[in-house]
């Protein structure tokens, strides 16, 4: 993302970004420019029409407006992690309570991270990492496909991440393949996930397999259960797999079904992205605890920068046990609760909607506790009548670059891209 600071003498920059999305109902999205746009990518003139006919509420129709500061401050947080997470005290503490595969480390870094926020007025909360973060291929046209709207809306800032998405994804795949010690390009890329063409975001795999096979790599959609590994060589449908690009929610490879890509892994016959040791270093829940914990700050050694970004920018974060458990109940309506492995908010529970019975499975299961840090709002409209959705915003990053940003616009107490009026929306900086 483009960090220039852009002024505007009308109305202080906060308060531009949120009267915009108080009141801007501008429909932003040209359905016609996306449609053609994947028709393009895909060759496939159907591809779009069944997006969106199965899929009615993936994308808004309007944006997200965020001011250049909060933007900065997101990118301040994205970069005290990615610092942090090189210093070997921090890694040992993060690999103590990580799965044994872990500690192998192959070299790729992991594409795709996935930083989520909560935008509050004093400033952006982080609220997650996640390691194989969906979406970027659907919204990379999606930022391509808007028109401009009111006065005081400014340029989209993520046109240019969007119009450079291409060259910077395929350079950061090529990036992961040289870690591992890899020269020239992969000549066969897997997107690999268990039963993918049930999940809700297939359309991005086809999307992915389109994407390699533009730039001269043959790409196929696999399932992670259908994966054969013999003589050094893991292999799928009719052929070898160099590359893997994992969008599985068994983040260690733990399953019996993955044992073969677990196998390959280990042996270094192929280059599997993101891996294990990424989701470790970064998207383990319990990482919170020690990046929302001044006192572990000290013990890492983090310089003082990053403790001042970390300590307005990360929510505390603490691990729930059955010592605290009791306390933990007392606050839980300022608390949001969400499993140590979890993915995609599942099983993540807001404080003050937990039950007793849902409480029971929290204090028995591997849980933190994180402070509640509020959604922000996008008022659109939904059949002529205006509605209030909640709204966080993501950075997609690659070794700690931004190759986008997107919000996704929501009701209820998760992100879940089934709104009416919601879905992935792009992000303009004003």
């Known amino acids: ?165 291409e060259s910077a994804v395929l350079q950061m795949f090529q990036s992961e393949w040289s870690r591992q010690g890899r020269s020239g390009s992969p000549r066969r890329v897997a997107i690999v996930d268990d039963d993918p063409e049930a999940q809700y975001l297939y359309p991005e795999f086809v999307l992915a397999q389109r994407f390699f096979e533009r730039h001269g790599i043959e790409a196929v959609v696999a399932d992670g259960r259908h994966l054969l590994y013999d003589q050094g060589t893991l292999q799928v449908g009719s052929g070898p797999i160099d590359l893997v690009y994992n969008r599985l929610v068994d983040f260690a490879l733990a399953q019996p079904e993955h044992a073969a890509l677990k196998s390959a ?27 929302s914990d001044p006192e572990q700050f000290r013990l890492f050694g983090v310089g003082p920068e990053e403790v001042q970004v970390l300590a307005t920018g990360v929510p505390r974060t603490i691990t729930v046990t059955p010592g605290n458990a009791d306390e933990l109940w007392t606050k839980r309506k300022r608390l949001f609760f969400k499993p140590a492995g979890g993915h995609g908010s599942k099983a993540a529970y807001r404080g003050n909607k937990l039950t007793r019975s849902v409480w029971a499975q929290i204090t028995t299961g591997s849980y933190v506790a994180q402070a509640f840090a509020a959604p922000g709002e996008r008022a659109v409209l939904v059949d002529q009548s205006s509605e209030f959705l909640k709204a966080d915003i993501r950075l997609y990053t690659y070794a700690g670059g931004v190759l986008l940003a997107a919000a996704r616009l929501y009701q209820g107490q998760t992100t879940n891209l089934r709104t009416p009026g919601g879905g992935f929306a792009p992000v303009f900086q004003v």
């Open 1 to 165: 993302m483009n960090e220039q600071e852009e002024t505007h003498t009308a109305i202080p920059n906060e308060a531009a970004s949120d009267r915009l999305n108080r009141s801007c109902f501008c429909i932003t999205l040209d359905r016609q420019v996306l449609g053609r746009a994947f028709e393009r990518e895909t060759g496939d003139a159907a591809f779009s029409a069944t997006l969106l006919k199965t899929r009615p509420h993936l994308f808004s129709n309007v944006a997200i407006f965020a001011s250049t500061q909060m933007v900065k401050q997101m990118l301040a947080v994205v970069r005290a992690i990615e610092t942090i997470s090189g210093l070997p005290a921090y890694r040992d503490a993060v690999l103590a309570w990580a799965p044994e595969v872990a500690r192998y480390d192959p070299g790729p870094v992991g594409v795709f991270m996935g930083y989520d926020f909560h935008i509050e007025a004093d400033g952006p909360k982080l609220i997650e990492v996640n390691t194989n973060a969906g979406g970027a291929f659907l919204i990379a046209p999606l930022a391509r496909a808007q028109r401009s709207c009111c006065q005081d809306a400014g340029q989209s800032r993520g046109r240019t991440d969007a119009d450079q998405f």
């Open 265 to 291: 892994y280990l042996d270094g016959a192929v280059v599997v992205t993101p891996n294990p040791r990424a989701h470790a270093l970064f998207a383990d829940k319990r990482n919170l605890t020690l990046l």
